[in-house]
């Protein structure tokens, strides 16, 4: 049967792209970032997963605010990633797992949450970002995967509490497929930021710090908060940390964080990343 190998957190700043195409990762600014990327590629290296399902938001390439989904899950053989006028280079397309894609929808529809089924589905800089820094060497990730697009754009946006249940189902759905397969659950966006209005550039390092904290010790901490309240604790962009919260809650059984790092600013944003695995 399926085995969820262990979760991975991370944020996904455009920017980051440029940095990428321009090489610079050893530039005194992005070096802190991107060095903090080495022991998740080793794990990555050493554990050779089979599937990553990515966890993340849509800004507009494939959803956009006349039909924005609470949740949908792409069930595709592949993912394209398209121009979204940062000047990010285009990727690849991504290669697609449908059979496991389908056990998700049909398992977290029976679990009573309202899917939308995406059988062609763009994948923006939050999907495509993560798959870069993870294997930097790869054109395209050694991994089939199976995007699940949570919105955090548009109001009304799911709870932490939601998205938390959200992830435990996914746990189940994939703990529940009888392919013998290694999954890593990738959660992408935040950590604080703010892009625009009174508050443009907010972080609130000690919010992230004690967030990042809890989802190694306590990972239902954030639940207690409405989404109105994560937005004054992290800004309005800092409600992304609803990925890496359903993230977690998909492990199952004991969880051990294995890494962590976290660097301020990247493009007036918190740039946070963790490396979980199941005991």
Request: with cysteine; proline share 7%.
């Amino acid at each position: 049967m399926a085995k969820i190998v262990g979760g991975i957190t991370t944020s996904h700043v455009p920017a980051i792209g440029r940095a990428i195409a321009q090489n610079l990762q050893q530039d005194g600014y992005w070096k802190p970032f991107f060095d903090g990327f080495a022991p998740v590629q080793q794990w990555l290296d050493e554990v050779r997963p089979d599937v990553a399902v990515v966890i993340y938001n849509d800004h507009g390439l494939n959803f956009f605010l006349d039909k924005m989904p609470t949740f949908a899950v792409g069930a595709a053989a592949q993912y394209c990633n398209a121009d979204e006028g940062w000047g990010i280079p285009t990727l690849p397309p991504f290669a697609g797992d449908a059979a496991l894609s389908w056990q998700l929808i049909n398992s977290l529809v029976a679990d009573e949450f309202d899917i939308t089924s995406c059988q062609e589905m763009l994948v923006d800089h939050a999907f495509s970002l993560p798959m870069k820094l993870l294997w930097p060497q790869h054109d395209s990730p050694p991994v089939r995967t199976v995007p699940v697009c949570i919105n955090t754009v548009q109001y009304p946006l799911p709870s932490a509490r939601r998205c938390y249940k959200l992830g435990e189902a996914i746990g189940r759905a994939i703990g529940g497929w009888p392919d013998e397969l290694k999954v890593v659950i990738i959660g992408t966006g935040g950590l604080s930021h703010q892009l625009d209005g009174e508050r443009a550039g907010f972080i609130n390092k000690e919010f992230d710090l004690r967030f990042m904290d809890s989802l190694a010790a306590n990972p239902q901490w954030a639940t207690q908060y409405s989404v109105e309240q994560l937005v004054e604790f992290t800004g309005t962009q800092g409600v992304e940390l609803l990925m890496w919260l359903a993230t977690r809650a998909a492990l199952p059984g004991q969880v051990r964080e294995l890494h962590r790092n976290y660097h301020i600013p990247i493009s007036n944003t918190a740039a946070g990343l963790m490396l979980f695995d199941n005991c």
